[in-house]
């Protein structure tokens, strides 16, 4: 017979990562509902506990682990939290207040005010899909750059795909830099009737597409935008390729979350690789809400069966309850022990951490602790 | 037309949020199939992109155009498609002002990429219009072509804005052809012909999201459709157990004895304290499910509930939840 596949993965130790000094950022990534937040979090209230001046920066907690970490307004400033045995920070990211300070950093006031004002601004900088990844990534830069803390773990936002974060800062960058961009701003900048013969055909198609569409005032509307916008161009392109290079750097490091759902895996499995072609490092992957048993031995058709004789007997009916409660639980376990080996043998060198799954949402830093504690790579043994 | 009373008789346009991880597609998908059943025909739309249909229904990636993934039980017909803002945005243009080829040029210069993502609301019109579009509809003979329609829609944190089209659209045109078109789209959905749905886990962030999605959409009059309350796992144990088995106070031994008389010979002992585990566990998850379900019961909205399939979702899952869906009324 020929030995079985290896389908264990190395044991990921956040205690690594914490520990090591040059370790600067922690990026949390994966799809959403996955308990992304939850492990910045535990990542974060260790690491503090264990002598780094941390700052967790998250963005949309659930309510009670926001009350755990003492977050109760969405102020974007980083707040020290209460009752952790060390410097433990952290804040919730205020999108649109990101980018309103970029504005005003970049422009005067008399132009910031201008674009602060326009409709598309507005609608950019509360609904555009990807402006909440750059301006999370934004956020970084400026923790980073404040050389107030030794630590930053941040939580990236809750995209449809994991990918987003990454690719927003370099899809915004190219459409604000952009063709279209430029071919708009010709005949605002040429001004008046000079501007008519500048521009190409393809922009007086574009007018007349677009007042015909949308209407006159929109034109406008866009052009005054994009005119105002001008003069910060170029320093969101040089802003998005510093933050790609600070998550190349050597101090940052990538921890990949997950649950043990084909959805959660297969994401994970995609960002690795577009990890690796980004030569961004990876430091290792969670497995949160993994469900596990102390009777793992009994397995799920065993456990049926044994539940099938008592209830045919009707003896027993508590044992048999618990049985199939048992067989249940088994079947979970097992599915979730299949699709994570599968995962395994596509990447059988990214190291691996599992967190068990709780009957309850985390609300308090002892339950952030006990994560953690799991983080090391020795499983958790359900409280007893 | 079969005869039998639903909740949402006369709703032809079923949107369908939820919180990410809740099961959305996948109830939007079994929501499609229960309202097919008879031979009925049904539109399954999808509008970010994800290409979640074509996992669940195993086929290829849906193209932008209305492809038949799905028989029902009883011969009716569910048909998707994943609506791409700048494909409708390309047809929006020909089919009201015979643009095509200007609206190729466009999407080269890359207006119709801007168009679909920086202009306000204009996306969401596109999107819900597409919906639209097809629940009105109809054949050469005046009769609709589609039954119904099901919209796998954004997540509950966004319903409300996605789908207040008219609102969005304010800011950015308050006449012109694109207002028009977000009041047709509005009628729409504003008409007993729509019911939002939600669906929900019975877990703390989820419960709370639905509730704010519900009062959301209840303040701009949208209409509220009902709550489906997906992977319910049934208490498997009575009343007086589950409140022991909370307080780490069941009879391990009597446990141990029953193992025993089923046949379990070796590590009894260890076996039973882990089973008082697991059943302490089970009564934590009951207790919680309880809770959650008081709180979405104040939101006095028709509630269905979709077991927890243990091994996991795949088509025949989908037949599964379908019959659910349509022998509690939902379809």
Known sequence: MSPAPEKTSPAFCVDDLIDDPDTKIIVCCGSGGVGKTTTAAAVGVRAAERGRDVVVLTVDPARRLAQALGLTELDNTPRLVEGVDGELYAMMLDMKRTFDEIVEAHADPERA???????????????LSGTQEYMAMEKLGQLHRSGDWDLIIVDTPPSRSALDFLDAPERMGRFLDGRLIKILMAPAKAGGRFGLKVVTAG???????????????????????????????????ERAEQTYRLLQAPGTAFLVVAAPEPDALREASYFIERLAEERMPLAGLVVNRVHRSDASE?????????????????????????????????????????????????HPTVPKATVTAMAEDVHDLEGLRCIARELTGVPEEPAA | MSGRDTDWDGVRLHVVTGKGGTGKT????????????????????????????AQLFDCPPLPYEERKVAVAPDGGDVYALAVDPEEAMLEY?????????????????????FATTIAPGLRDVLLTGKASEAVRRRDKGGRFVYDAVVMDAPPTGRIGRFLNVNAEVAGLAKVGPIRNHADTVMKVIRSPETAVHFVTLLEEMPVQETLDGIAELRETGLPVGGLVINMVRPPLLPEDDLTLAARDELDVEAIRMGIKAAGIEDRTAEIADALAVEAADHARRTALQEREKARLAEAHVPEYDLPLLGDGM?????????ADLRNQGAA
């Open chain 2, 93 to 113: 243009l020909e089919m009201f002002y015979n643009l095509k080829r200007a609206g190729k040029a466009l999407t080269k210069l890359g207006l119709i990429d």
């Open chain 1, 113 to 127: 005010r201008q674009i602060l004002a326009n409709p598309f601004y507005q609608s950019l900088s509360s609904s």
């Open chain 1, 203 to 237: 922009f007086s198609m574009f007018t007349n597409a677009i007042t015909k569409v949308l209407g006159g005032q929109l034109l406008k509307d866009v052009q005054t935008f994009v005119l105002a916008f001008d003069t910060m161009f170029g320093g969101f392109r």
């Open chain 2, 314 to 322: 795949d088509l025949a899952g989908l037949y599964e939840l379908a």
């Open chain 1, 298 to 346: 009994l397995s799920a058709v065993r456990s049926q069966a044994a539940a099938e004789t008592l209830e045919d007997r009707g003896t027993h009916p508590l044992a048999a309850a618990l049985l199939r409660l048992h067989a249940e639980r088994m079947q979970v376990t097992a599915r979730e022990t299949r699709l994570q080996e599968s995962f395994t043998s596509s």
């Open chain 2, 26 to 53: 996948t109830v939007a998908a079994s929501l499609a199939l229960a309202l097919a059943a008879g031979g009925r025909k049904v539109l399954l739309t999808e509008v970010e992109g994800r290409q979640g249909i």
